[in-house]
């Protein structure tokens, strides 16, 4: 499939080609005339975003008549999550959904791929990035070496911070110890902080004993349910480290290529009508989640809009040291700030 031709079915508004029977490729796995892959996902289970990848694969089986059947794992369920991209890439299964950040320490391009620090405010200005200016295809390229296919984003909103100490500007973070990951830690170190890049799993116990005076760890709800409220009595917004953010779903090539092109369709597809549902849904429960912070005697503090777009500025510099040089992350860099730009953010 050419680029022209996966940007096309990417960018379908609906699923009315996808209606006809679909002509079954070879696959590793099959049974009774349909493809079976396997998905791990970055959510323990029950949690919102897995149920949406839950919805994720019914749609896509939906979409290809049952051609196309993803069984979705919780995280870790079959490899512990930082095994997930040699996993897939082995084909130990045929599909995980990731956050590029986690690898942006070795592919300096993924960390243009999963946030951007001060960078774009809302989620629909990063989605547009993704599907009006290239971002799905240079993602693709950060991944095609390693025998591995981007398949489509999920993108949604900021994620906040949670400090055991007040923060009321920017400046007041230089010289605390912090948790943050991908192109965040390097940005955040510029601003001053002692950062730790802890993993998620660790976050809690960090703030509890004082390890650290404030985190990243995920939205607004899901931190609420890790109990964040408990130990950090202050959450800053908006999420200057990660003001919008995108998992994605990757596929083993191999197995990727042995699909039609309906399924491959699908996959694009569903992603998008995902990425749009939770977002939706991330959107009504933040309001909802806010005032049981504030109920738990927690102080919700909203940084200074232009205090936020002054260190945006600085921020660029940033970016450019965290390319490490590298031709694709430039080009990511560079394509994105010409977006900012023309939004005038920059």
Partial sequence: MTKSTRRHFIRAAGAAGLAAPAVVAASSVRAQGTIQWRMQALWGGGTTPMLYEEKFCDRVRELTGGSLDITPFAGGQI????????????????????????????????????????????????????????????????????????????????????SKVEIRKIADMDGLKGRFVGLASAVMADFGVAVSPLPTSEVYSALDKGLIDFADRGDIKANYEEGLHEVAKYLILPGVHQPSTATCYVANTAAYDQLDDQQRAALAVAAREVSGALRQNIIVDNAEYLSKYEEAGVEVITLDADDVIESRKKAVESWAKATKGDELATEMMESQKQLMQEMRLL
């Fill in 79 to 162: 490899v512990p999550s930082a095994q997930a991209f040699d996993a897939v890439r082995g084909g130990a299964f045929q599909l995980m959904k990731t956050f590029d950040g986690y690898t942006a320490g070795k592919i300096p391009a993924h960390g243009f791929s999963s946030t951007v620090p001060f960078g774009f405010p809302e989620a629909d200005q990063y989605e547009a990035w993704f599907y009006e200016r290239g971002g799905l295809d240079m993602a693709a390229r950060s991944y095609a070496p390693a025998g591995l296919t981007y398949v489509a984003p999920t993108v949604y909103g900021e994620e906040p911070i949670h």
